[in-house]
């Protein structure tokens, strides 16, 4: 299917139409783990052949070394007791505590070299060593430790090495890993779903996809089945949220080292000594990604399935190997845990701070710009999409940024590009097979294609990444495909909330399964996939503490100029730029304002370095028949869309919709 694509013949043909099959699943089941080829997809296990594959007599001496090795600490743990949500002042017994202290000593004395396979190279780095004291957990949850060798926290380098080594990754010219996803390369809404449980129910939004109980232990045990059939099975723990206060221990536990490396990046590192005090995990995601979800289990729709289940504190990945279900399912968390337990927002926005403390935040959907517009050299960033806004200010819930990299250009977009290299994980980019010069003009394999690096490597970052000051400004980030939106407006309270709730955007094409080209959607608070309570809940939350901080709020439309898409073109960078730079100079402050007819928006009629043209839509569209019909088309689509929010707005927010 791709091959056409590459016509230059030193191109990788990095994927195939067969590469989709499922065929592939059953295969990786049905090889014994000694001689396994865990690639997903034709490119993987391309790329495979090309590192060499592991030999199945190598694979099974390191197996039976290491059962050796595990069979000295078994059972000499205690099982620490189940502890409640944020067990971050660690809740074992001080027996449990101790036991799992001596096993862990245990194991320390077995980790000689020649002995353990892949023993870290930094002996600073307490790894697989404290595994010892965690072992009960892992037996309790159903692992077999007789026949798994469990990675945790493993060394960067290492991560590399195995996903060469097993996974057909490549290193990149600027020493990023090179890996791909498989079938799925964007997130999959329609199977993720939260378990209808006593203990958050009475939270439940209404949203949500439901599952019941029984079906997530069905899939919970299919994924650690399936775990179970792999040589190496990657563990890492760190933490979400940056503020110590409102944090949460997060372990993943994944067959793929890419995944591993993933959320190493994504999630917030530990230092060597929170590792060893890390105990109980908070959240566990279960990624068995590799392995399909069983279409015959009730409820199941598709071979794809995330699930979040609040009562266990687990999620469970079946069927997709998209690294981002990872990093948005925590999220999903993040959406309940922060405003039920702490009182606190969740955002789906980034944020950054001026040199004079001043904190924005840029919600959006998917593909609006977050990530770009957060990226900015005057500013200092605090994070590029989830964020929680508490009383003390703003804090970043990841350590690290997940950039689109369709279209990457080191001129336009240098602080991202320039975070590409060593530990950052490239998915789904091809790449020239001489150079390893990423091509990130391909799409071939996706336009979802992206890059998980952690914070530090944009050179600004803000460490540790939270801000104590209350935002000044907010920008709602639009992707507007019909055109007809101006490029930057300003919102009052009540308009602030209405497009809250509406959230509309385009969808751009390859984030979710099945989406190709920009779709308008109304994804209320900007992040319909990932809350779990009721919308007007955040919404109520946002308006009360923008109130109180005096906040302004600004409408900001990256999509299209000129026309709709196919006939316009995409709000220039350098102009979305320029108006993010006139929000927080204080230009726009000192601005004229006219409103617009249909949305009632107020938009300045003057910014310096923007064409007259630009800020006014009706003057870039040479129809002026066909602008006036698209702006009242899409007026009824957000009238329609609010229907279901009317009875729970005051009527003033209900009146600051569109008028036709
Ligand atoms: N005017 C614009 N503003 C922001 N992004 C733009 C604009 N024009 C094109 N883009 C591109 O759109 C994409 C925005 O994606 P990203 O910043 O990753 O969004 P998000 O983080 O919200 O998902 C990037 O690939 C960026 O280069
Ligand atoms: C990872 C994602 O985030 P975003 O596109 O908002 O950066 C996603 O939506 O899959
Ligand atoms: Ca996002
Ligand atoms: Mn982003």
């Not at 840029?362 to 960033?381: E, I, N, Y």
């Not at 503490?545 to 900001?556: D, P, Q, S, V």
Request: aromatic share 10%; proline share 6%.
């Amino acid at each position: 299917m791709l091959a056409a694509k590459h016509a230059n013949p030193r191109l990788v043909v990095v994927a195939s139409a067969s590469s989709s099959s499922g065929r592939l699943h059953v295969r990786d089941l049905a090889t014994t783990p000694g001689d396994f080829a865990p690639a997903a997809t034709g490119a993987q296990r391309h790329h495979s052949t090309l590192a060499g594959p592991t030999t199945a007599r190598e694979s099974s001496r390191r197996r039976e070394e290491g059962d050796k090795e595990r069979k000295v600490v078994q059972g000499a743990v205690g099982a620490p007791t189940a502890s409640p949500w944020l067990c971050n002042s660690p809740q074992m017994t001080r027996t449990v505590q101790k036991s799992l202290w001596a096993a862990a000593s245990q194991w320390d004395a077995v980790l000689r070299p020649g002995k353990v396979r892949n023993a870290p190279d930094d002996s600073s780095q307490p790894t697989y060593g404290l595994l010892g004291k965690d072992l009960a957990m892992f037996s309790e949850a159903g692992f077999d430790m007789d026949k798994i060798h469990l990675k945790r926290n493993a060394p960067v380098a290492q991560l590399y090495e195995d996903a060469i080594k097993y996974e057909g990754a490549v290193i990149a010219a600027s020493g990023a890993l090179i890996n791909f996803s498989g079938k799925k390369t964007g997130r999959s809404p329609k199977d993720k779903r939260i378990v209808y449980e006593e203990t958050s129910k009475d939270d439940w939004g209404a949203i949500n996809i439901q599952m019941d109980e029984h079906t997530f232990e069905i899939n919970r045990e299919r994924a650690i089945d399936y775990l179970n059939t792999r040589d190496n099975v990657y563990v890492f723990d760190g933490f979400a949220g940056w503020d110590p206060k409102y944090r949460i221990k997060v372990r993943v536990i994944a067959s793929r080292a890419y995944h591993a490396l993933f959320m190493h990046n994504m999630l917030i590192r530990p230092t060597a000594k929170e590792l060893e005090e890390f105990g109980t995990p908070d959240f566990t995601i279960y990624n068995a990604g590799q392995f399909p979800a069983n279409r015959f289990t009730a409820g199941m729709t598709s071979q794809t399935s995330v699930e979040v289940n609040f009562k266990r504190r687990e999620m469970v990945i079946l069927g997709t190997e998209y690294a981002g279900e990872m990093k948005k399912g925590i999220f999903s968390v993040m959406h309940y845990l922060q405003p039920v337990k702490f009182g606190n927002l969740s955002l789906h926005s980034s944020a950054n701070q001026g040199p004079d403390g001043d904190v924005s935040l840029f919600f959006g959907l998917s593909g609006t710009g977050k990530t770009t517009l957060s990226a900015d050299p005057r500013r200092a960033l605090i994070g590029d999409d989830e964020h929680v806004w508490s009383d003390n200010g703003v804090f970043n819930i990841e350590g690290g940024c997940y950039a689109k990299c369709v279209g990457l250009d080191a001129e336009k977009e240098p602080a991202i590009f320039n975070a590409i290299r060593f530990g950052s994980i490239l998915e789904n980019v091809t790449y020239d097979y001489a150079t390893r010069e990423p091509n990130y003009e391909d799409t071939g394999i996706t336009e979802n294609t992206r890059c998980a690096y952690p914070i530090e490597y944009i050179d600004n970052a803000k460490i540790p990444c939270m801000a104590n000051e209350q935002p000044k400004n907010v920008i709602y980030l639009t992707c507007d495909a019909f055109g007809v939106l101006p490029p930057v407006s300003l919102l009052d309270s009540n308009q602030a909330q209405y497009w809250f709730l509406s959230g509309y955007t385009s969808k751009t094409p390859g984030t979710e399964d099945g989406i190709a080209e920009p779709t308008p959607t109304f994804s209320t608070c900007f992040g319909a996939p990932f809350i779990i309570l009721h919308p007007s809940r955040y919404a109520s939350m946002l308006a009360k503490k923008m109130e109180a901080a005096g906040t302004r709020c600004w409408l900001i439309n990256t999509g299209w100029v000129g026309g709709a898409f196919g006939t316009g073109k995409r709000c220039p960078l350098k102009y979305t730029r320029a108006i993010v730079d006139a929000v927080h100079s204080g230009e726009l402050n000192n601005a004229d304002f006219k409103e617009t007819p249909v949305f009632g928006l107020k938009v300045p009629t003057k910014i310096e370095g923007i064409p007259d043209d630009v800020l006014n839509p009706e003057a870039a569209w040479s129809d002026k028949k066909a602008y006036q019909q698209t702006l009242e088309k899409l007026a009824g689509m957000f009238n329609k869309a609010f229907e279901r929010y009317s009875t729970e707005c005051s009527p003033e927010v209900v009146a600051a919709g569109p008028k036709i």
